[in-house]
């Protein structure tokens, strides 16, 4: 596996993220969730089992990752933005991988660049922000908080609290993995580095509040799958949280989405049961 930086700018700064990139063949995308504990290494599960027949990338996300982030007012249109670049850097994909909130933003640019891609395959996919999902809808009080952590000092304070040992426990095991005891020792490890980098809170409450929410309803969410205009594949756990589970059985219900239900498995399926989930992208992407 090689590690390389690619470099991006946005509002006049320069943003160097990392990807990862093993195999040779066609190039398969992978494109980690957007969440306090997320990074591209999330998805070397599965680069390790497709690198055989793929050129496979996995890259961080803007104000994600394991290395030092820029303060900035991230949104869907930065994140939309990067991702167009990134593309545009490696190449076209034969297929594309997103996880969580990424599975939205490759959507929405399939939706804009007709073809882009041979197929897309969405793990877990969501497309609304913890405390959106939460309390139903986008609420007032989620900008007074995003202000709040933006604060020099306070907002390190808050994120401290919100990041500790006992939120991420019950983060986890209500929500992410199906074993709690999984993320621990090495695991936990490597997540909390994710978690203490320098600036890791701006991202990170941005997406819990929904600012990174690319679109604002189910429905539009739907109709960025309907018109993708190509093969998508579902791959989902039945231990999904209900309100994440009720909208990915929505996407489930539209006519040619391919669909891969596990036995088990909750927001990081990709991450604790890479196994079945490889297998079940080594046949969609092959066909």
Request: proline fraction near 6%; hydrophobic fraction near 45%.
């Given at each position: 596996m090689i590690t390389r930086e690619l470099l991006w700018s946005w509002q006049d700064r320069d943003v160097v993220l990392a990807l990862d990139e093993a195999g040779r063949g066609p190039l398969v995308l992978l494109?980690?969730?957007?969440?306090?504990?997320?990074?591209?290494?999330?998805?070397?599960?599965?680069?390790?089992?497709?690198?055989?027949?793929?050129?496979?990338?996995?890259?961080?996300?803007?104000g994600f990752g394991t290395g030092p982030r820029p303060g900035l007012p991230w949104t869907p249109d930065a994140l939309s933005a990067f991702l167009s670049h990134a593309l545009a850097q490696l190449g076209r994909p034969h297929g594309v991988v997103a996880a969580g909130h990424a599975a939205t933003y490759v959507l929405h640019h399939a939706a804009q660049h007709p073809g882009f891609a041979d197929r897309i395959a969405l793990v877990a996919p969501t497309w609304r922000g913890p405390l959106p999902t939460m309390t139903g809808g986008e609420r007032p009080w989620f900008a007074k908080i995003r202000r709040l952590f933006a604060l020099p000092g306070l907002g390190h304070l808050l994120y401290r609290l919100?990041?500790?040992?006992?939120?991420?426990?019950?983060?986890?095991?209500?929500?992410?993995?199906?074993?709690?005891a999984w993320l621990s020792g090495e695991r936990l490890t490597d997540k909390r580095k994710v978690m203490d980098a320098k600036g890791a809170r701006f991202a990170s409450v941005a997406f819990v509040t929904g600012a990174l929410?690319?679109?604002?309803?189910r429905a539009e969410f739907l109709s960025l799958a309907e018109g993708a205009g190509v093969p998508i594949l579902l791959v989902y756990g039945d231990e999904t949280p209900r309100r994440s589970l009720a909208e990915m059985e929505a996407l489930a219900a539209l006519p040619g989405v391919a669909i891969v239900r596990l036995a088990?498995?909750?927001?990081?399926?990709?991450?604790?049961?890479?196994?079945?989930?490889?297998?079940?992208?080594?046949?969609?992407?092959a066909t």
């Open positions: 494109l980690p969730a957007l969440s306090s504990i997320s990074t591209r290494a999330e998805m070397h599960p599965l680069m390790g089992r497709l690198e055989s027949h793929y050129r496979v990338v996995a890259l961080d996300w803007p919100n990041v500790s040992a006992f939120v991420v426990r019950r983060m986890v095991s209500g929500h992410v993995y199906s074993d709690p929410d690319r679109v604002a309803s088990r498995g909750k927001l990081a399926l990709h991450e604790e049961f890479p196994h079945d989930v490889a297998a079940a992208l080594q046949l969609f992407l």
